[in-house]
């Protein structure tokens, strides 16, 4: 009879102390009122005026986007209405302004991206107590691709029926993707799309005022495409190679090309990640 008063004891005491008062089962009691771990639905822009949803949770950093701070609804569950401290968090290169809860299901504030932000989904969580919300793949705001593209210019100079001319120079780009694309090409629709012309539109007729022979462009200097078909996925495009944009052309006269001032336009096009 003893043993089994003394094994009673121990599991009374042992229960009185895993139950500490402050616990309920719904969540932490705080103040007088329940916290719960919160959950992030949906982040929004949001309308200066009126408040309401404004599109798609993207912003750029502040080098280019002159005004700032960008305003954000956050959508979900479970956000404390009686005054407790809320707070947002949206990875290392977002600045949070003020967080003000508009209801248990919303919350809004300002980010502020950093200039030297990457692009891509950042996570935001909201906190609040002892909770933060898990990560749900809802709960993303997208910093946007950005670029500054310098393309090169050339000239090939005094050309005459031999062999190829070549020339070379290299253009530059300032992007805060990780992966990215840069096409190169000739994009007139003329019927000589791609041969350099006096007009530099490639209209007019071959071998008068449209040399004969398609101009032929390169971003190593060994293996040329054709100027219309560009420098493409299947060629060679600039992905992810540096901040350098090297072009190689070559040109061949005919023998039946007409003297004069022959031109062409090579448009390099970005292709943002995000």
């Known amino acids: 009879m003893k043993k089994f008063l003394a094994i009673c004891l121990v599991l009374v005491m042992v229960l009185a102390i895993a139950l500490p008062t ?26 200066s005026g009126t408040g309401a949803d404004a599109g798609t949770a993207e912003g750029y950093p502040t080098h280019d986007n002159p005004s700032g701070a960008i305003l954000v609804n ?35 504030t300002t980010f502020t991206i950093a200039a030297n932000s990457q692009s891509g989904p950042v996570d935001v969580q909201v906190g609040q107590g002892d909770y933060t919300s898990d990560v749900n793949g809802n709960d993303q705001f997208i910093i946007g691709s950005f670029a500054t593209l310098t393309p090169p210019t050339i000239s090939l100079g005094l050309m005459s029926p031999s062999a190829p001319k070549t020339a070379n120079a290299s253009g530059s780009i300032i992007t805060n993707d990780t992966t990215w694309a840069v096409t190169v090409s000739e994009s007139t629709n003329s019927a000589h799309a791609g041969h350099m012309s006096v007009n530099g539109t490639g209209v007019g007729t071959i071998g008068t005022n449209v040399l004969t022979n398609e101009f032929q462009i390169s971003k190593d200097g060994n293996t040329y495409y054709a100027s219309h078909t560009g420098i493409s996925s299947s060629g060679a495009t600039y992905l992810n190679s540096g901040t350098t944009l090297p072009l190689f052309v070559r040109q061949t006269i005919d023998n039946s090309d007409g003297a004069g001032v022959y031109q062409i336009t090579i448009t390099f096009t970005w292709s943002p990640a995000y």
């Open 22 to 47: 402050a616990v309920s089962a719904s969540g932490t009691t705080i103040n007088g009122h329940v916290i719960v771990q919160p959950v992030v639905s949906s982040v929004m822009l949001r309308d």
């Open 74 to 108: 956050i959508h979900g569950t479970n956000f404390d209405i009686q005054g407790d401290t809320v707070t947002v968090t949206a990875g290392s290169n977002i600045t949070v302004g003020t967080v003000t809860v508009d209801g248990a299901t919303q919350i809004h």
